[in-house]
C-alpha cells in the first residue's frame, strides 16, 4: 500500500521496484531523488545521452507517489507539497551539482583569493538552484493523480519552474531540462515554434512517460503513455528532419569573416605585463595564411576577436589603436571585446563596461554595444549583498573597481559596416531565450556571440555554452557567428548546423562564409512563449481533469 492510500503497482519486478522507490522514507529517500538528478546530468551537452532523463524522471515520478503524509485536508495537502518539495530539491541538487561541478574551475584561476570559496560555487549555487525544482515538485504534486496524468503535472510544474528560474534574479536558465532536446540536430528544431521552455515541457512528457510501466490496473494503462512518447519524440524527429534542408543554405555574397581564437591562458589573460605579447599574439593570428593559397588578412572582410580581447582599455591606448588601424587594409574592419569607460561626470566614479567595438583603417567605427545582462559575482557583486562582501575583502572575479556596469535601455541591433544589422551578445547574455534579438524593425540578421570561457578550462562547461548558443540560432532562425577565447568559436546557420569551428583548446582561425537568415521570422522569434504557454495549460487541464477523475468513487 502506498503513503497516499493506493496499491496500483504492476505486478512486476519493475512495478515492486516503483513501489520500493515510493515507500522510502528519510534521508533514503533525499538519497535516492539526489543520485537520480545527477543521472540526469547526462542528457545535458555534452553528453546528449537522452535515454540518462528517463533514468532521472521515471524515479523522480515514483518517489513523489510516495509524497502523501499528513491527516485533515489542508494538513495532507500543506504536508504533502512539502514533502514532494524536499524531494525536488534534492533532485535538482543532484542535477546541478553533477551538470555544473566545472564552475570550480573559475575559482582556481585566481586561486589564492578564490579558491576557499569554492563550495559555494559547486555546492551552494546547485543548492540554491535545487529551490526552483522543489517548487516545481511541489505543484506537480498538488494536481497529482495515479495514473497517466501525473505525467502532465510533473511536465508542468517543472517546465514552470524552469521558466522562473530563467527570469528570477536576474535569471539563470542555464543546462534547461529541454536542452536533452535542444542538442540533436532533429530534434532542436521544434525550438522554432515552442522554444527552449516548450522543449523542456516536452522533454519531461517524453522523459517521464516510462514510469507508468510500473503502475495501472491494465497492460494498457501501463503501456499506452511511454507508446505515446516514444510516437511523439518519432514525430518531432520526422518533422525536424523534414525543416533541415538537404542543400547549404545561401550565403551573404561579399562577406567572409575570420574568427579568431587565440586560446589565452586566463591567468595570463588579464595580467598588464603581457599586453604586448597578447596583441601580438592576436595581430600575428589575424594575418596567419590558413593554406598555400591563402594570403591571410587579404582573404576576409572582417575579423572578429572574442570577449574582452585586450588587458587594457583599447580606447586610451593609442600607441595599441595604432598597431591595430596599420594592420587593417581599407575597407577591412575588426569587432572585438573590450572593456570601455566612459568620462565620469564631475564628482561620479569611472564607470566601466564590457563592450564591443568596431575598428577599420581610420580607427573606431559606429557606436559601440555594452552588455545589459552581467555576470552576478563573476562582473559585479549584488547590490544586496556588495557593501558586505567588500568588508570582507571579497570581490567579483573580473578585477574591475567598483565591477561593471550593466547596459542601460532596451537592446538594439548592432552596426557593422558591410554586415547584416546585428543582434550582439557577451558571454551568457546568449543562453537567455527570447531575450538576445532586438525587437526593433528591420530585423536583425546575424546573432554575433563573443565570449571568454578560459575560466572553465577543458571542462564540460565551454561545450554547454556553445550548445544554448546554437539553439538561439534555431529559435530565432538566424546565423550564429561566435567568437571564443579558448573555444568553442563557430559558424553556425539558421537551423543550427555548424558549418565551420575551433574546438575547446586549440588555437588558430576559422575563416568562414556568413549564410543567410531565413528570410522570415521563425514561429517562436514572432510570438515568443505563447506556444510554451499552450503547452503548459494543457498539461496543467489534463493533470487537473485526470485528478478530478481519479477521486471520483
Known amino acids: 500500500m502506498r503513503p497516499d492510500g493506493t496499491d496500483f503497482a504492476a505486478p512486476s519486478r519493475l512495478g515492486a521496484l516503483a513501489d520500493r522507490f515510493a515507500l522510502a522514507g528519510g534521508w533514503r529517500r533525499l538519497a535516492l531523488a539526489w543520485l537520480a538528478g545527477a543521472c540526469g546530468a547526462l542528457a545535458m551537452p555534452p553528453f546528449g545521452v537522452l535515454p540518462a532523463l528517463a533514468v532521472a524522471l521515471v524515479p523522480a515520478v515514483w518517489l513523489l507517489d510516495g509524497a502523501a503524509t499528513g491527516s485533515g485536508r489542508l494538513h495532507r495537502v500543506l504536508a504533502t507539497a512539502a514533502s514532494a518539495g524536499a524531494i525536488g530539491w534534492a533532485w535538482g ?7 555544473l561541478w566545472w564552475l570550480g574551475a573559475a575559482f582556481l584561476v585566481d586561486a589564492d583569493e578564490f579558491a576557499l570559496l569554492m563550495p559555494l560555487g559547486v555546492l551552494g549555487l546547485p543548492a540554491l538552484l535545487g529551490l526552483f525544482f522543489g517548487l516545481g515538485f511541489a505543484l506537480a504534486r498538488l494536481v497529482w493523480s495515479r495514473g497517466a496524468g501525473r505525467i502532465a503535472a510533473l511536465a508542468a510544474g517543472l517546465a514552470a519552474s524552469e521558466w522562473l528560474r ?87 555574397p561579399g562577406v567572409r569573416l575570420r574568427l579568431v581564437q587565440p586560446d589565452i591562458p586566463q591567468d595570463a589573460r588579464f595580467n598588464p605585463r603581457n599586453r604586448e605579447g597578447i596583441l601580438q599574439r592576436y595581430l600575428g593570428l589575424s594575418d596567419s595564411a590558413t593554406g598555400p593559397g591563402s594570403s591571410g588578412l587579404a582573404d576576409v572582410t572582417h575579423l572578429i576577436w572574442p570577449e574582452s580581447a585586450f588587458p587594457f582599455l583599447i580606447q586610451r591606448e593609442p600607441r595599441a589603436l595604432g598597431q591595430i ?60 549583498v556588495d557593501r558586505i562582501l567588500r568588508a570582507l575583502g571579497l570581490r567579483q572575479f573580473v578585477s574591475v573597481p567598483g565591477g561593471f556596469t550593466a547596459a542601460e535601455g532596451a537592446r538594439r541591433p548592432f ?57 538561439r540560432a534555431v529559435e530565432e532562425g538566424l546565423p550564429l557567428a561566435r567568437a571564443a577565447n579558448t573555444g568553442i568559436s563557430a559558424m553556425v546557420d539558421p537551423y543550427g548546423r555548424v558549418t565551420g569551428m575551433l574546438p575547446v583548446g586549440a588555437e588558430g582561425v576559422l575563416d568562414v562564409r556568413l549564410p543567410h537568415d531565413l528570410g522570415e521570422s521563425t514561429i517562436y522569434a514572432r510570438f515568443g512563449d505563447l506556444f510554451f504557454v499552450a503547452l503548459l495549460l494543457g498539461s496543467v487541464l489534463l493533470a487537473a481533469g485526470a485528478r478530478i477523475g481519479s477521486a471520483r468513487p
Open 325 to 384: 588601424t596599420a594592420a587593417l587594409p581599407p575597407g577591412k574592419y575588426l569587432v572585438t571585446g573590450a572593456a570601455r569607460a566612459d568620462e565620469p561626470l564631475p564628482g561620479e566614479r569611472l564607470h566601466f563596461y564590457n563592450g564591443i567595438l568596431v575598428i577599420g583603417a581610420e580607427g573606431f567605427v559606429g557606436v559601440p554595444y555594452d552588455k545589459h545582462h552581467l555576470v552576478p559575482f563573476g562582473e559585479y557583486l549584488p547590490a544586496p
Open 93 to 99: 541538487f543532484g542535477y546541478f551539482v553533477a551538470g
Open 415 to 471: 552596426s557593422v559596416p558591410g554586415l547584416p544589422a546585428a543582434a550582439a551578445s557577451i558571454c551568457y547574455e546568449v543562453i537567455f531565450p527570447g531575450a538576445v534579438v532586438p525587437s526593433v524593425s528591420p530585423r536583425a540578421g546575424l546573432i554575433l556571440n563573443l565570449t571568454n570561457d578560459g575560466w572553465f578550462g577543458d571542462t564540460p562547461g565551454p561545450r554547454q555554452h556553445f550548445a544554448q548558443a546554437r539553439l
Open 166 to 252: 530563467g527570469h528570477l534574479f536576474t535569471g539563470f536558465p542555464w543546462n534547461t531540462l529541454g536542452m536533452a532536446l535542444g542538442q540533436n540536430l532533429w530534434l532542436m528544431q521544434a525550438a522554432s515554434v515552442v522554444g527552449l521552455y516548450g522543449l523542456t515541457l516536452l522533454a519531461v512528457l517524453i522523459g517521464a512517460a516510462p514510469a507508468t510501466l510500473a503502475t495501472g490496473a491494465t497492460a494498457r494503462a501501463r503501456r499506452w503513455p511511454t507508446l505515446a512518447a516514444l510516437a511523439g519524440l518519432a514525430l518531432l524527429a520526422g518533422a525536424g528532419a523534414l525543416r533541415v534542408p538537404a542543400g547549404k543554405v545561401p550565403e551573404v
